[in-house]
């Protein structure tokens, strides 16, 4: 099971790997690349800054949810991926980049004040079962560096 520490560490990294592309982007790349399929890098990003912004607010209702009960049964991934980007779209990069450093912040103190009891209990999220500390390391590390990944690519193609 991963650790809070891991969580955090891997959340402040985030922070550090979004400043990292949005300066590469910035420099090299081109904020609105596209490809046959997929978002943007502007688009990636207001996805991250608002993914971020809900694990600190929503995290609390996966704590006190029950076990086998799906956090997101109600929920249009999709859609709220979909309103997410586009109530973000008129931000600039250095807002998106600064959103995404804030909202990480908030999810960091939100996850240093968890019990470490409640990180090991096992929620459903999107149909996955696992303990709390391995879905916040999933949605909160391991997915946000798949999009900064992408993001960074489009500097290339």
């Not at 402040?12 to 949005?22: D, L, N, P």
């Not at 207001?46 to 607010?57: I, N």
């Not at 409640?118 to 079962?129: E, N, S, V």
Request: aromatic residues 6%; negative net charge.
């Amino acid at each position: 099971m991963t650790t809070k520490q891991e969580i955090i560490n891997g959340m402040e990294e985030v922070i550090a790997q979004a400043k990292r592309v949005s300066a590469l982007l910035e420099d090299q790349g081109d904020w609105d690349a596209t490809r046959p399929a997929g978002w943007t890098p502007k688009e990636m990003f207001c996805h991250l800054a608002s993914v971020s912004g809900l694990l600190a607010t929503t995290g609390p209702g996966l704590l006190g949810a029950p076990e086998d009960a799906d956090f997101t049964a109600s929920t249009s991934i999709a859609d709220l991926n979909a309103q997410a980007v586009a109530s973000m779209s008129a931000m600039t990069p250095q807002q998106l980049t600064e959103a995404v450093e804030a909202n990480y912040g908030k999810a960091i103190e939100w996850v240093k004040s968890i019990p470490d009891d409640q990180l090991q209990t096992a929620k459903t999220f999107a149909q996955m079962k696992m303990p709390v500390a391995d879905l916040l390391a999933n949605i909160g590390v391991l997915h946000a560096n798949h999009h900064l990944y992408e993001a960074a690519l489009r500097v290339a193609f």
